[in-house]
C-alpha cells in the first residue's frame, strides 16, 4: 500500500469504526445474519435503539429483496454492514474491508458491485484522498461519485469504440461495425 492510503495498516481504520459501536452483536446496524438470513439485532430491539440512515437504508433493502426471493450471502451482508460505518470524509478502502472480512479484493469489488446494482444501496467511492467506498448521505456526495462514475463509463466505451474502429474490421474480415447501434441494443436490453 502506499505511502498515500489514508490506512495505518490493513483493516484498522475499519476495526476501529467498529469497535466503537455501542452493540457487540450488530455493530449498530440493527441486522445481524442469523440461520441464513438478515434479522433485526434482538439486543438493539429490545433497548429501542434509534439506527442509522445508512442502517435503516439497508434493512430496507434487505427486506425488499427477501420478499422479491432473493438470497442474501453472510458476505456480501458483511460489505453492507461494515459500509455502514464509512463516510465520504472517511471512506474505507477496498483493502481496508478484505483485510478485515478475510476476503480477497476483487470479493469486495464484485460485493460492492452487487451491492449497488442489486441491492441498490448508495455506496459511493473515492480515487483521491481519502480512498475508498463510503456510503453516499446527501445529493451533493451522489453527484459528486455519480460524475466520475459515468466518466468513467464513458471513457471505456470511447476506448471500445476506437479499439473496434481500428481493429474489428481486420480481426474478422468483415467491413464496418456499427458500434452506436449495437451499444444503443445492449443498453437498452440491459434496462
Known amino acids: 500500500m502506499s505511502a498515500e492510503r ?3 495498516g490493513e483493516g484498522t481504520r475499519v476495526a476501529v469504526a467498529l469497535a466503537a459501536a455501542a452493540c457487540r452483536a450488530c455493530f449498530d446496524t440493527g441486522l445481524v445474519f442469523a440461520r ?3 434479522v433485526r439485532c434482538a439486543l438493539c430491539f429490545i433497548e429501542d435503539k434509534s439506527l442509522s440512515t445508512p442502517a435503516v437504508r439497508l434493512a430496507v433493502a434487505l427486506w425488499s429483496l427477501r420478499d422479491k426471493g432473493h438470497k442474501t450471502d453472510a458476505q456480501t451482508f458483511e460489505v453492507a454492514r461494515v459500509l ?28 460492492v458491485r452487487t451491492l449497488r446494482r442489486e441491492w441498490l444501496l448508495p455506496i459511493g467511492s473515492s480515487r483521491q484522498l481519502p480512498y475508498g467506498y463510503y456510503w453516499i448521505l446527501t445529493p451533493k456526495q451522489f453527484l459528486d461519485w455519480s460524475r466520475v462514475y459515468r466518466a468513467q463509463a464513458i471513457d471505456e466505451l470511447v476506448t ?11 480481426l474478422s474480415g468483415q467491413g ?16
Open 160 to 170: 471500445l469504440h476506437r479499439l473496434q474502429r481500428a481493429n474489428f474490421a481486420e
Open 176 to 191: 464496418s461495425f456499427d458500434f452506436a447501434e449495437t451499444v444503443k441494443r445492449e443498453l437498452e436490453e440491459s434496462l
Open 6 to 8: 489514508n490506512e495505518t
Open 84 to 111: 455502514t460505518h464509512a463516510a465520504a470524509a472517511a471512506p474505507f478502502t477496498n483493502e481496508a474491508i478484505a483485510s478485515h472480512l478475510k476476503l480477497s479484493e476483487r470479493k469486495v469489488k464484485d460485493i
Open 36 to 38: 441464513g438470513e438478515a
